[in-house]
């Protein structure tokens, strides 16, 4: 895994080059702290740790993570595991997320992954912006058959070879109209071409998609 470390008294940011799709939500919050116009375009110095863990949370894509070194609270699990639909964009996952090979090793462990739908990423399972490219989806919810999870835990999320993300464990997916549902077991495209978006209808197989990729966090 490919990170930068941008240090200062009471805290450690660390930065996911791979992870990061410009959201900005970093940038809105403590401009003083993140500014792409400089170098280092972090700079953790210019706010209490407080204030900048705080805005390090607010990352969609898990590109931003801290440590605290003054005994703060370090970055909490949620409580609940949530995927959060983008219109013409990604899957936002925060939770107990545990990203798995078919196989079931374990190579990714996060609380926020921004995961692609387009199907066109070339940082797979990650999104990369290529979305921007061509792909249109109003992010609403399609037909879904719930599983009722019973009880927490985590949210694995295993990558089909050349297929679904097939997420098992108790979350909520939320659509851009704010429909949402409450699953333990479903399957979300990951191909861009479903008809019952942004869950899987087997049109992956239909259209070649491959997965293929090396995994870059």
Same mark, same amino acid.
């Given at each position: ?33 993140? =500014? ?33 070194? =003054? ?56 999104? =990369? ?71 899987? =209808? ?16």
């Amino acid at each position: 895994m490919s990170e930068k470390t941008y240090p200062a008294d009471g805290v450690k940011v660390r930065y996911a080059v791979r992870r990061c799709i410009h959201a900005e939500a970093c940038v809105r919050g403590l401009p003083r702290v993140f =500014d792409p116009r400089r170098r280092p375009w972090i700079d953790p110095t210019q706010a209490p740790p407080d204030a900048v863990a705080e805005v390090v949370m607010r990352c969609p894509t898990g590109a931003l993570h801290f440590t605290r070194t =003054d005994g703060g609270a370090q970055e909490p699990v949620p409580a609940t595991n949530t995927v959060a639909v983008q219109p013409s964009g990604p899957l936002y996952v925060r939770g107990d997320v545990r990203v798995e090979t078919p196989e079931g090793e374990v190579i990714l462990r996060d609380t926020r992954v921004a995961f692609c739908r387009c199907g066109r990423s070339r940082n797979k399972p990650f999104c =990369d912006n290529s979305h921007l490219d061509a792909f249109t989806d109003e992010g609403r919810l399609g037909t879904h058959g719930a599983t009722p999870p019973e009880g927490e835990g985590p949210l694995r999320v295993v990558l089909a070879k050349d297929g679904p993300l097939l997420l098992r464990g108790p979350v909520t997916i939320t659509g851009a109209d704010g429909a949402e549902v409450t699953t333990a077991k479903c399957a979300l495209c990951r191909c861009g071409f479903s008809s019952n978006k942004p869950f899987c =209808d087997g049109t992956h197989k239909r259209v070649g998609f491959v997965a293929e990729a090396a995994f870059r966090a």
